[in-house]
């Protein structure tokens, strides 16, 4: 197999992407998995003659899951795009460590 070379190096925006994409997908690949658990666990009692209680329990605890871990993805994603833009729009040159204090303390 021959890889194939870029032809321009890796920036942290395509990294960035990668992540992006790659979490988008296992968070929609998670949340099928989930509904289909749904699906199944409700088929299985619903021929095994259950009571609705069983049904509803079962479906509540994946649209808590289902929705539980998409929003934490999209928490998570919009805090790390908020810290990397804070940091980015620092300036490098300064140093900010609240140190305002002038140097010779009154005596």
């Known amino acids: 197999m021959k890889l194939v070379a870029r032809s321009r190096p890796t920036t942290d925006q395509d990294v960035d992407h990668t992540r992006a994409w790659t979490g ?37 605890s994946a649209f808590t899951a289902v929705g539980t871990m998409t929003t934490a993805y999209f928490g998570i994603r919009a805090i790390s795009n908020t810290a990397q833009h804070s940091i980015a729009s620092h300036p490098t040159g300064s140093s ?11 005596r």
């Open 96 to 106: 900010d460590t609240g140190d305002d204090a002038p140097s010779d303390p009154p």
């Open 24 to 60: 988008l997908w296992v968070v929609v690949c998670g949340d099928v998995a989930i509904a289909l658990a749904a699906i199944f666990g409700v088929v299985k009692i619903s021929n095994g003659g259950a009571n609705v209680g069983s049904t509803v329990s079962i479906l509540t």
